[in-house]
């Protein structure tokens, strides 16, 4: 079976700063791993993904995260925080290429303070 | 590219009723899938189609759920004699796979919340 542990439910950094949404995950297999994004009133939306390859992805609106099998890390960070950066922030990771059957961690809230 | 639309926006029910929602999703995508989330939790995976074929149902589907993609547009998910457990937030996604592609980009609608009192 597969997981993932978002560590943290709420996380506020000041604007500027940087952004650190921490994510591990569970897997028995060589992990397909995802970070969606969900705004109040909008559906997810994917951020950025791993899947096979270079271990640093890039994404949308300035985030990356980085691969770290040794560590079965795969934190978000975003090096200078934006008021429109709050929302919810989800890890998610599925095993199979063959579908977008995606185990979802618990999320975490990011607030910006301004 | 409209995007995934899901009606109604929000369902308010009583225990024991019957609720049908639809999920529209954008219009050349052959996969559809239903998520479930329950607050303070993410997204749980309930079922997907490849056009019209249900091809994989999980165990949070009990038989009080049935989810349709009749010809392999929309889709609709019922559930028969809710409970207050179903209270959720029930999420469509849809995405485009060709053959040997090594996965694909799923779009979301905004869900429909269901309340059963």
């Given amino acids: ?114 | 590219d409209t995007g995934v639309s899901q009606n109604p926006r929000h369902k308010i029910t009583k225990r024991g009723q019957n609720v049908t929602f639809r999920c529209d999703p954008i219009s050349e995508h052959n996969r559809l899938y239903w998520y479930r989330q329950t607050l303070g939790q993410g997204p749980e995976f309930l079922t997907y189609f490849q056009n019209e074929a249900q091809l994989e149902k999980s165990r949070l589907l009990s038989d009080r759920f049935s989810a349709e993609r009749p010809k392999g547009s929309f889709s609709t998910l019922e559930i028969q004699r809710t409970e207050q457990g179903d209270s959720a937030m029930y999420l469509c996604a849809s995405s485009l796979r060709y053959r040997g592609q090594m996965n694909e980009k799923l779009f979301f609608g905004s869900g429909t919340q269901l309340s059963v009192l």
């Fill in chain 1, 1 to 114: 079976a597969q997981s993932v542990t978002q560590l943290g439910s709420h996380v506020s950094v000041s604007e500027g700063a940087l952004v650190l949404l921490r994510c591990n995950y569970s897997s028995s297999v060589p992990p397909y791993l995802f970070w969606y994004v969900q705004y109040p009133n909008q559906g997810l939306q994917l951020l950025l993904k791993y899947t096979t390859g270079a271990t640093l992805v890039k994404g949308i609106n300035g985030f990356e995260a980085e691969f770290k099998k040794s560590e079965t890390s795969f934190h978000l960070t975003k090096p200078s925080a934006h008021m429109s950066d709050a929302a919810e922030y989800f890890c998610a990771v599925t095993r199979n290429f063959g579908n977008e059957k995606l185990t979802f961690g618990t999320g975490t809230r990011l607030t910006i303070i301004p």
